[in-house]
């Protein structure tokens, strides 16, 4: 039992094993690693920045982050490499520019254009008795004059049960 219990005290640290740990050559260099893997998105997974993702590419973008900084490349600079080699969804806040304007403004417009379909939709529900009848009165009857007579009199002529069978 014991055996066992150390091989799976094993298995469940080995994820811990592969924590990448970088040498910075200065705490200022080290803080904007930091700050640069936070604000740049994984192009593999695209809801994660390059810190939290496992993926292969994020870790080979975070060796290259730090490469970078320990060579001494400003953080501007490596904005712009990381951008003209995944283009700007690499930014979780990308620059507003003609392509990137429905990253803005999308989330806006589709919150706008639902709230109006449902203000149409309410808006149509919500019919009063009179406007109910004025729209009954204008449609037309698709029976003629005589038909319309001859349904009232055979209406009038049916024997009381049937009368009362229909009405509920």
Same mark, same amino acid.
């Given at each position: 039992?014991?055996? @066992?219990?150390? *091989? *799976?005290?094993?298995? *469940?640290?080995? %994820? ?15 803080? !904007?690693? +930091?700050?640069?893997? !936070?604000?740049?998105?994984? %192009? /593999?997974?695209? +809801? ?13 973008? =975070?060796?290259?982050? $730090? =490469? ?15 951008? +003209? =080699?995944?283009?700007?969804?690499? $930014? ?10 429905? *990253? ?9 254009? @639902? ?8 808006? +149509?529900? $919500?019919? /009063? %008795? ?39």
């Amino acid at each position: 039992m014991k055996w @066992g219990s150390l *091989l *799976l005290l094993l298995m *469940l640290a080995w %994820p811990a094993l592969a924590i990448e740990s970088y040498d910075f050559s200065t705490a200022d260099g080290e803080r !904007r690693y +930091n700050q640069m893997v !936070r604000e740049l998105r994984c %192009p /593999t997974c695209q +809801n994660q920045a390059i810190s939290d993702s496992d993926a292969p590419l994020a870790a080979d973008l =975070r060796r290259e982050v $730090h =490469r970078m900084i320990e060579e001494g490349y400003s953080d501007d600079y490596i904005l712009e490499f990381m951008v +003209n =080699r995944y283009g700007d969804f690499v $930014h979780y806040r990308p620059p507003f520019t003609s392509q990137t304007w429905i *990253l803005w403004f999308g989330p806006l417009v589709l919150l706008v254009l @639902g709230a109006l379909a449902v203000l149409r939709i309410a808006r +149509n529900r $919500h019919i /009063t %008795p009179v406007e109910v009848k004025a729209q009954q009165q204008e449609l037309p009857s698709a029976l003629s004059p005589q038909e319309q007579a001859r349904l009232q009199a055979l209406l009038k002529s049916a024997p009381q049960e049937t009368q009362q069978e229909t009405k509920s």
